[in-house]
């Protein structure tokens, strides 16, 4: 529901109160929901992304995905859709992120994403609730989403924070993605160790409103809380270029595993590899699958690092 405009670029320097000459910028399509199918897509399958957009940025972002031939759904709003800024400081590898606000969107704009949603969802195996929600946006919008997943049979996957994850929770979803900030909100506490994050996501598990916990742990992997139990799926170490689109890329590679029809511990680990091999390209270009395939045989097999 806030998708943006990725600009990424470089410079050697990041200097306070100077001119800074970037390189060339390149300009991507983004937000949580678009970043999950375009990896998807890149990831050899289908899907289709719904969205607001408006504005001379929303025109931009339309035909960034028409390029990619991404198949998605574009819902006209009044407002400009936001961009982001990623700078790359050559000189130390650091990277430097600016999000823009999203812009409002009305309640009539909110209900046709719905709408358009529930009509595609017809023959959606899975649908992914992913990203912030901009203003104008009630944090029950992913409440909303989860009765059209009920009523179409769809699955449905939440990668979000704040309220609209709580709420999404309490209603119930097949599968939940935090972060480790995101599960001590959840849990209303600091988590320090390992332990707790364990009794937390089987907490989240016990209510019986969720199927599966996937719990971002950034390099050391993730935690997949089940009925079964839990496991810690570790990342392969790889070079760090930019950690933009990591979580959706990791969202992506499971999800599509699902579609395939592969176990649950086999598709987190896919999209362990997803999220592993996106901090490997540089500025939001997500993962790819070539990066993907290699990283997942060495977490199956236990091999070294790439």
Excluded: W
Aim: hydrophobic fraction near 40%; charged fraction near 25%; aromatic fraction near 4%.
């Amino acid at each position: 529901m806030n998708p943006v405009v990725d600009i990424s670029s470089s410079v050697s320097h990041v200097i306070v109160e100077r001119k800074l000459r970037c390189d060339t910028p390149i300009y991507e399509p983004g937000g949580g929901g678009i970043n999950v199918a375009r990896a998807i897509r890149k990831l050899g399958g289908e899907a289709a992304a719904v969205y607001p957009a408006g504005g001379l940025t929303g025109e931009l972002l339309r035909g960034l995905l028409d390029k990619e031939g991404l198949q998605h759904h574009c819902i006209p709003i009044t407002g400009m859709t936001r961009e982001s800024f990623t700078v790359l400081e050559t000189a130390t590898g650091q990277q430097y992120r600016f999000g823009m606000p999203g812009p409002t969107i009305k309640e009539e704009e909110c209900q046709k994403c719905l709408d358009v949603l529930e009509e595609k969802a017809s023959t959606a195996e899975y649908i992914v609730a992913s990203g912030s929600l901009p203003p104008g946006v009630g944090e029950d919008f992913f409440v909303r989403v989860a009765h059209i997943a009920a009523k179409s049979g769809a699955r449905l996957v939440v990668d979000t924070s704040g309220e609209a994850l709580r709420r999404a929770m309490e209603v119930g979803t097949f599968l939940l993605k935090p972060n480790l900030r995101e599960l001590s909100e959840l849990a209303g506490e600091e988590i320090q160790d390992e332990t707790r994050q364990e009794e937390v996501a089987m907490g989240i598990i016990k209510t019986g409103k969720c199927r599966a916990v996937v719990a971002s742990l950034g390099a050391a992997g993730v935690l997949l809380a089940t009925k079964e139990g839990v496991e810690r799926i570790r990342s392969p170490l790889v070079p760090i270029v930019s950690k933009v689109g990591a979580g959706d890329s990791t969202v992506a590679g499971t999800v599509l595993s699902l579609a395939r029809k592969r176990p649950l511990k086999e598709a987190v680990r896919f999209g362990v590899a997803a999220g592993a091999a996106a901090v490997m390209t540089p500025g939001s270009e997500l993962c790819r699958r070539e990066d993907v395939e290699r990283l997942y045989r060495q977490i199956v097999t236990g091999t070294g690092d790439s």
